[in-house]
C-alpha cells in the first residue's frame, strides 16, 4: 500500500471513525475536530507506518484531508 493510501486509515483509527466516513474536502480542525497536538500525533504514526516524514512547515499549511494526502505524496517522492 502507498504511503499516500494509509492516510485515510490512519486518520480514521485515530479517530474512531471509518474510512468511508472520511472525504478529501474534509477539513481536519473545523471538521474532524483534530487540535494541532492531535495533527502532530498523526504526522507521527504517517512516519512510523510509511517512513515519510512531512516537514513541520508544510504540516502547518495542511488544512483538508486531501492536502494532507498531497503532503504525504510529495514528500514520498522526495
Not at 12 to 28: M, P, Q, Y
Not at 59 to 64: P, S
Amino acid at each position: 500500500m502507498l504511503p499516500k493510501e494509509r492516510v485515510k486509515p490512519i486518520l480514521a483509527e485515530k479517530l474512531g471513525l471509518e474510512v468511508t466516513d472520511i472525504d478529501d474536502s474534509n477539513l481536519l480542525v473545523e471538521d474532524l475536530g483534530l487540535s494541532g497536538g492531535t495533527i502532530a500525533e498523526i504526522l507521527e504514526v504517517i512516519r512510523e507506518k510509511t517512513g515519510v516524514e512531512v516537514p513541520i512547515d508544510e504540516a502547518k499549511e495542511v488544512l483538508t484531508v486531501g492536502e494532507l494526502i498531497n503532503v504525504v505524496e510529495e514528500n514520498t517522492l522526495e
